[in-house]
């Protein structure tokens, strides 16, 4: 009965403390590579150029730095705000090309494609949600550079490959698929 209120603790021999070389406790500094764990890097704004909440993304790889896609939230989450943003969008940029949203009307989501002066390809989406708890809720607008966002991708594979022919894990970042050889168990149990 004791058990129910009060949680067991597991005495062992050795108690297990780092698994894939990162130890409890510790100070994630110590991990430079974690940093790149990823071929953008995201950050989170809030109150920025009207909207309440945003995600910039930028490249690590191949273009350092470089804002690759942006999404932001509007603030007014009535579906009237969307169908009225919607007519705006429409006005300015014309028609979408794609409808990605589902057909029960759930997810609404309309999809733009241009290519700018310097023949980058350039995607905007506008998507209005109210009744999926996966996605996020009202109207949000993502602007962003697919073919970049791709080279960035390409780059970070590359980049992570070469690290695992050196057998250099330590800079191989934690996403890349091939971060482990089979067979390779040294990473996979904690200690």
Known sequence: MIGLFFPISVYAVEVPHEIAGIRLGSDI?????????????????????????????YGICDSPGTVVKMKFKYE???????????????????????????????QHIWKWSFVDKNNNRVEMILQHNLKDPKAPMGTVVTLSLPDQIAREKKCFEKTCTANMEKDDYTKCKPDCPMRVKIGDSRFRLPK
Not at 36 to 52: A, C, D, M, Q, R
Not at 97 to 106: H, K, P, S, Y
Request: glycine share 12%.
């Open 29 to 57: 500094t110590d991990y430079p590579h974690l940093e790149y764990s990823n071929y953008l890097k995201e950050i989170v704004v809030t109150n920025w150029g009207g909207f309440p909440r945003g995600m910039i993304s």
């Open 76 to 106: 007014d989450t009535s579906e009237k705000f969307y169908k009225k943003i919607l007519k705006s969008y429409e006005k300015k940029f014309g028609r979408p090309g794609t409808w990605e949203g589902d057909a029960f009307g759930i």
